[in-house]
């Protein structure tokens, strides 16, 4: 790979892929039950406050990196740096990808499970509002939970082992902006519901008397994970970016984007939350309990289910692909193994974790680790833990020890970066971004 690097032809290929990265289940699935679990209003407001004041940022990091250098995480440490102690940032990211991919599979897999009953009609028969809590419980608990972990982790492999390019980027790039209009058909069905302004107020309305650490923590955790930021994710797909792809422009639209479809997904769900009944803190099983609810009342919701839980599919897959890549390209680029071993051993070590995880709902539900059971163990320990901090030192190491000259270039690439702008991001790389992680973790851990 590192030989012969290949190149997004165009804009809208660079913008696909990221977005594609970046949107899929952790804006559908995982904000809407982080903002109810810490309180609604204000964590959006917090949460977009990191998204655009930290993670813009360290997104043009991950891609001054990437591009200035064309490697991958650890090749591009390797060559801005002789000292090799920084090649543990790439270490990070790459447990923090296999953590995430083993939790992440299994929610794809509940995506699956629920395309299936869609099709077969058992979805809609579960959906009385009686059924609503049983029936997922029942589900995640039982072992096709597992089995459908292990399906979408093969269907996974099979396509990274046939080269990514082709027919996954192909597929997205059309069926992404599909996905976007039914949220936006949703959204509209979603306001018609008879609580909809409870919902709209708890997502909207900032209570700032909710907010503690563990919102702060919470906040900052979703905004890296939902842009797929802080393990290399973004380094390694920008070192395909053209020297023409404007850096900062790219880095603003993707977070524009991924921040709306979160909006969306809960402008969706929460007018659902109060009206049926669901608790907005119900945590990772809320959106699976909230949406066949929502179906059952549209009209021809059949329909709209099948193509939703398809769509949803697909933009996890393209989220597990580049999570998947980070790990193979290490093996491939690192220790010369073939891309097939690669991505079988990051497949079994995946389904192994995969599979522990999909337990934790039923026969491991005992099981905890910190009073965590092992599924929020590895989201809370990679989302809260290993991405921010891996953010934190892409941003020291690209503000204070990367040359100024390849900031500027990479930046500003054909054109000149405007003065103030190129100041804004550098004060952001070297002070605000680290000081504000750091602070959360101090105040996270109740040090401060
Ligand atoms: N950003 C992806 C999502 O929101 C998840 C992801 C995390 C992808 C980390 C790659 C790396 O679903």
Redesign the pocket.
């Given at each position: 790979m590192s030989t012969q690097r290949a190149q997004f032809g165009t804009r809208l290929g660079v913008i696909a892929t990221t977005v594609g990265?970046?949107?899929?289940?952790?804006?559908i699935w995982?904000f809407p039950y982080e903002a109810g679990a810490h309180g609604g209003g204000a964590f959006l407001l917090i949460y977009i406050g990191f998204i655009f004041l930290i993670g813009v940022p360290v997104i043009c990091a991950e891609f001054i990196m990437g591009r200035g250098t064309r490697r991958n995480i650890f090749g591009a440490f390797w060559t801005l740096h002789s000292c090799r102690c920084w090649s543990w940032v790439g270490y990070m990211g790459i447990l923090a990808?296999i953590l995430?991919l083993s939790f992440?599979s299994v929610v794809a897999g509940w995506t699956l499970e629920y395309l299936w009953q869609s099709i077969t009609g058992t979805l809609d028969a579960n959906s009385g509002t009686n059924n609503l809590h049983a029936a997922f419980d029942t589900f995640a608990a039982g072992p096709r939970s597992v089995m459908w972990t292990l399906i979408f982790l093969a269907v996974n492999a099979v396509i990274l082992l046939r080269g990514v390019r082709g027919g996954i980027e192909k597929a997205s790039n059309v069926l992404m902006p599909v996905l976007f209009v039914i949220l936006i058909i949703f959204c509209i069905n979603s306001l018609t519901l008879p609580q909809a302004s409870e919902g709209l107020q708890f997502l909207f309305k900032p209570d700032f008397s909710k907010v503690d650490s563990s919102t702060l923590i919470g906040a900052l955790g979703q905004a890296f994970?939902?842009?797929?930021l802080g393990?290399g994710?973004l380094m390694t797909y920008s070192s395909y970016f053209s020297d023409s792809t404007p850096l900062i422009k790219s880095a603003v639209t993707t977070a524009s984007l991924d921040t709306i479809v979160a909006i969306l997904a809960g402008i969706i769900i929460f007018p659902a939350v109060f009206t049926y009944g669901c608790e907005p803190a119900a945590g990772p099983k809320l959106v699976f309990e909230v949406l066949p609810a929502i179906f059952h009342q549209m009209p021809g919701g059949a329909i709209w289910a099948i193509l939703f839980f398809f769509l949803l599919f697909l933009a996890?897959l393209t989220?597990t692909i580049?999570?998947s890549e980070i790990c193979i390209a290490f093996f491939c680029e690192q220790t010369k193994m073939s891309r097939r071993r690669a991505t079988l051993i990051n497949t079994a070590i995946a389904m192994g974790f995969g599979t522990l995880c999909a337990l934790s709902f039923g026969s491991l539900s005992d099981f905890t680790i910190a009073g965590l059971s092992v599924f929020n163990l590895f989201d809370y320990l990679s989302s809260n833990i290993l991405l921010p901090l891996g953010g934190m030192l892409i941003s020291i190491f690209v503000g204070w020890i990367v040359d100024r000259n390849l900031i500027r270039n990479q930046l500003g690439g054909s054109g000149r970066i405007p003065r103030p702008l190129l100041t804004g991001i550098t004060f952001c790389l070297r002070y605000l971004a680290p000081t504000a992680i750091l602070l959360i973790f101090l105040s996270g851990l109740d040090i401060i």
């Open positions: 990265s970046a949107v899929g289940l952790g804006n995982r990808s995430i992440y994970f939902s842009l797929s393990l994710t996890s989220s580049s999570m």
